[in-house]
């Protein structure tokens, strides 16, 4: 009873006709949450650097857009999310003027650099501070004051599963994204009577060209880790990411492992839905035991891959 009460109740959102933004739109996870946002018949507008690529990606979207034949407009804005937060703001304006006000605000910019923490070039901690987290602060920000004024809107952030349990080589990473965690904990709470709801994703492993880019530098170590999870698709992602967005849901977690998870690390994030919230509060005992399990496994990765290099450096020496 007390749990019923205390899981405020969920707001579905109709996506048709509204002007979704998405950061990092070009490629990859965000490139897909666009294409799906394309066939729930949204105006998308595409937010990246790199104008190559947003304008492949673009025309990519209109064609599906016209083949829906709802006259659906895409567009794309190149805006370096690192930069300070006035030019991003005047950026977001722009794309308000053929589109209207930015209903939906998909966070999804990101960027990985994978290495032993002494390993890690300072200047590299500061860059994923800036590209994953307060890029969404400043987006977010670009965004909210209208949709306070309607009365509407929905802001989603893409974590990851490192940010619900970090492990060896993230450590420029994993905090970024436990970061997001924590602004849309609190977002979710300050914009509750604005009837704005926030929600957050944490994609595993995903297929996409910036992962194939991190395997060819990304520790053994690592490496042996995230085997574990399996990979799974961009659109695997996105189309549960949009589901839940639409049904009102807060967290987005794929996979067993990832359901596992989510589970485990609710803690005192909201929850909406009466059923997930009774399964965190009857299954996070036995989760943690399972938890424990694989940290040990991990850390045993960790002693065997020292003492393998360890080895080879002996042998060297000799």
Known sequence: MVIYFSTPSRKTIELRGKHALVTGGSKGIGKEIAHQLILKGCH???????????????????LLADQMGQKQKVQ?????????FEDIEKSVRKTEVDFGPVHILINNAGHSVQ??????KVEDFEKQMKVNYLSAV?????????MKARRAGHISFVSSAAGQ?????????????????????VLHMELLPYKINVSLLYPPNTDTEGFKVELETMPEETKLMSDSAGLFSPQDVAVAHLADIESGQYCTTIGLDGWMLGVLTAGASPEKSLARALVQSSCAGLFRAVMLCYIGYFNGIVKKCYYRRKAVEEEKEE
Do not use: H
Not at 76 to 84: E, G, P, Q, V
Not at 115 to 120: T, V
């Open 44 to 62: 998308v507008t595409i937010v990246a650097r790199n104008e190559n690529d947003l304008k492949a990606t673009c025309e990519e979207l209109q």
């Open 76 to 84: 794309w804005a190149s805006i370096d999310l690192t930069k300070n």
């Open 115 to 120: 290495s032993g923490f002494e390993d890690i």
């Open 138 to 146: 400043y987006m977010t920000r670009a965004v909210v004051a209208g």
């Open 165 to 185: 349990c970090a492990i060896y080589g993230y450590s420029a990473y994993s905090p970024t994204k436990f970061a997001l965690r924590g602004f849309a904990d």
